[in-house]
Structures are given as C-alpha cells and as structure tokens.
C-alpha cells in the first residue's frame, strides 16, 4: 500500500524560511514524478514543484528562486525548502506521485496524481 507522510511545515514570518518533508513507502520504483502541490480555499490544488526520475525538477513561475525540491532515492524522501516566504505562499502543501511512471513530470496537473499525503499547513505572516 503506497503511503506519503509529510512533515514539516508550521508559521513563519514573511522573508523566512520552512522545509517539508514526505517519506514515501509501499514501493520502490523510484521511475515516478513526484511533487508538491499547495492548495487555498476556494481554489484548485496548484503543482508547485516536482522532479522526475531523473533528477531533473521544474517550478511554478510564483516560486521559481525561493524553493527548492529534492529527492533521496535510497531513504525514498521528498523534501521542499521554502525560502524568502511571502503570505501569498499560506497554504495547505501536499506531496504527489504521479499515478503512471510515463506521466509527463513538469506538466502534472492534480488530476495525474494517483497518491496524496495528509497535507501540511504553511502560514506566512506579513
């Protein structure tokens, strides 16, 4: 059974800094996008960053500079550093794989993901 747990996350001021988490388990094929997601009320859940089996990682235009994803093959880790944080940046993040190994990594939208974490709130105070 494919499980994300997230962790990390919390308040912090604007200009600062937060890092997520999410440990992966109930498989091993490391051939799948994987990403991050943050949703708002009201809104649809947005791709914020992901990297593919390759390494190689892409970003939404509104964090592009200030985040920074990565991924540990071995511990089967996915981690997202956030820095210079605006408010506009408060939201729930949630961690994705994509539901197919062939799911196109930097155009994932919510509807490819197969498997999402719990969510993990992000405040930003101005």
């Known amino acids: 059974q494919v499980q994300l747990m997230e962790s990390g996350g919390g308040s912090a001021q604007a200009g600062g800094s937060l890092r997520l988490s999410c440990a992966a388990s109930?498989?091993?094929?490391?051939?799948?996008?994987m990403g991050w997601f943050r949703q708002t009320p009201g809104k649809k859940r947005e791709r914020v960053a992901v990297v593919d089996s390759a390494g190689r990682t892409n970003y939404a235009a509104s964090v592009e500079g200030r985040f920074t994803i990565s991924k540990d093959n071995v511990k089967n880790t996915l981690d997202l550093q956030l820095s210079e944080l605006k408010p506009e940046d408060t939201a729930v993040y949630y961690c994705?794989?994509?539901?197919?190994?062939?799911?196109?990594?930097?155009?994932?939208?919510?509807?490819?993901?197969?498997?999402w974490g719990q969510g993990t709130q992000v405040t930003v105070s101005s």
């Open positions: 109930g498989y091993t094929n490391n051939m799948y996008c």
């Open positions: 994705a794989r994509a539901r197919y190994t062939a799911t196109p990594c930097f155009t994932m939208s919510y509807v490819d993901v197969a498997y």
